[in-house]
């Protein structure tokens, strides 16, 4: 059973309200609503349907590219260098099926998938670590599938209101909801620390590494709460694609630079 219901219909709101929204909600982070102006649906439309245009999920791809590139981006090269740390990505090289349709999906479905479904973690996040380790294969591929329909099928349902779920566990989860929602978000940018390689760094630096990494958990952990699990695969999947389009071009233009 998801954590709360749909809201019910209301107009759609600006960007900066969503800014706004994004902004109390990691102060305090609640998972008991949807963002104003999803209509009301089935369990499973209204977690996986994104419910919001490409314009908007543009916009905070471009808010996340602007902070990571002027603000976060330059402390992480900091920290590499003074780490002696080097990244293990070949611009030559990028595995853009990967970084952009595989990822988003399994990186999704195993951190953020259950904030708003506890219950499902208990199988769900077991069942997908050969699908991480393994990486993409025709096998982990089919695993994931079938992951991910039943994942479906535990909320093929209506939505329904917290009445009915009043158990002990329950209350204690959302009590903590907000220390969850951050340590999710922390795991998920210590995950991408496997990206580097390391030559005696000290382990204070290891956190400025991925800061971007963290500020964009937060930004998809909130947009799986309050717009749902496809909002969050989406949003992923563009973030993503930018910086490879990027280093695409650059490879294209000034191959020598890029080098």
Request: one cysteine or more; charged letters at 15%.
């Amino acid at each position: 059973m998801d954590l709360g219901q749909p809201s019910p219909p209301s107009r759609k709101p600006r960007f900066r309200s969503e800014i706004a929204d994004f902004w109390r909600f990691i102060r305090h982070p609640h998972p008991v609503s949807r963002q104003p102006g999803r209509s009301p649906a089935s369990g499973l439309v209204a977690d996986w349907w994104p419910g919001v245009g490409p314009g908007r999920i543009l916009a905070w791809a471009a808010v996340l590219w602007a902070v990571n590139l002027f603000a976060l981006g330059p402390v992480a090269v900091a920290a590499a260098g003074l780490g002696g740390v080097t990244h293990r990505l070949d611009p030559a090289n990028i595995p853009w099926l990967t970084a952009v349709l595989w990822a988003p999906l399994v990186e999704e479905m195993l951190f953020r998938y259950g904030l708003r479904r506890p219950r499902q973690v208990l199988w769900l996040v077991p069942a997908l670590v050969p699908v991480v380790l393994w990486g993409p294969k025709v096998w982990t591929g089919l695993l994931l599938a079938a992951f991910v329909i039943l994942a479906c099928w535990g909320t093929r349902r209506r939505a329904e209101p917290l009445k009915g779920w009043d158990t002990t566990w329950r209350r204690y989860y959302l009590r903590h909801f907000g220390l969850v929602f951050h340590l999710v978000a922390l795991a998920f940018a210590a995950v991408h620390l496997s990206n580097f390689v390391f030559n005696k760094t000290p382990y204070w630096l290891l956190p400025l590494l991925v800061l971007p990494q963290w500020l964009t958990g937060l930004v998809l952990g909130w947009m799986r709460v309050r717009r749902g699990i496809g909002a969050a695969i989406l949003l992923h999947a563009v973030f993503n694609a930018g910086p490879i389009l990027m280093i695409w071009i650059v490879m294209r233009l000034a191959p020598t630079a890029a080098s």
